[in-house]
Each structure stands twice: as C-alpha cells, then as structure tokens.
Nanobody, 122 residues
Framework: VQLQASGGGLVQAGGSLRLSCATS????????MGWFRQAPGKEREFVAA????????YYADSVKGRFTISRDNAKNTVYLQMNSLKPEDTAVYYC????????????????WGQGTLVTVSS
C-alpha cells in the first residue's frame, strides 16, 4: 500500500486545515486508517483512527472535539479535518494503514505516508 499525505501548511491559531491521504495498492477497505503526528524532539503520537468501514472513530484526548477523521472507500482516501487549531498542534502529520492490532499503537501500523507539515502560529 502506498500512501500520499497532503494538505499541510501554515495557519493561525483558531484556524482550520484539512489533510488528505490518498492510497493505492491493496484494497483500501482492508485497513484501519490512522493519523499520527510528530513534533520536533518528540515521539510520534496517535491523533485519530477510523475503522475499516468508517463506522467507528478514535481520537486522542488532545484533539477530541476539534479534529474529525473520515474516509471515502470509493476514493481510497482518508481525511483529517482540523478545526480550532492551536500552536501545540504544530507537527508533521502522518497517515498510516493498519492490518490489525491496536489503533492507538504506532507499531501496529504496517504502511506509512511521507508526512505533511502543519504549522500553527500564535
């Protein structure tokens, strides 16, 4: 599975961005899709995940109520709508695909995109 993330950029605090992750290769609907982020000097952390059907979503406490993950299995694409952005959301955001395991665990994801940088200014 190949993943290509896009949509990052520079935004002021309180603003919004929508990240996209287009996939190709194996059947998209086989995989749980997740978003992770990594800030400078910090470990990669879980942000959000979406079940294979899209019917269940999971969020880190730090983004709950502000971010929304969704997927379009017909377009082989997963999205992350980010609202009310804060400077602490600044990071490189990665999309990833998991064939099984914990949706929260970075080690349970099998395929990763290249990352897209989100910078939130205060």
């Amino acid at each position: 599975v190949q993943l290509q993330a896009s949509g990052g950029g520079l935004v002021q605090a309180g603003g919004s961005l929508r990240l996209s992750c287009a996939t190709s290769g194996r059947t998209f609907s086989w995989y749980v899709m997740g978003w992770f982020r990594q800030a400078p000097g910090k470990e990669r952390e879980f942000v959000a995940a979406n079940s294979r059907s899209g019917g269940r979503t999971y969020y880190a406490d730090s983004v709950k109520g502000r971010f929304t993950i969704s997927r379009d299995n017909a377009k082989n694409t997963v999205y992350l709508q980010m609202n009310s952005l804060k400077p602490e959301d600044t990071a490189v955001y990665y999309c990833a695909a998991s064939g099984g395991g914990s949706v929260y665990n970075v080690d349970d994801y099998d395929y990763w995109g290249q990352g897209t940088l989100v910078t939130v200014s205060s």
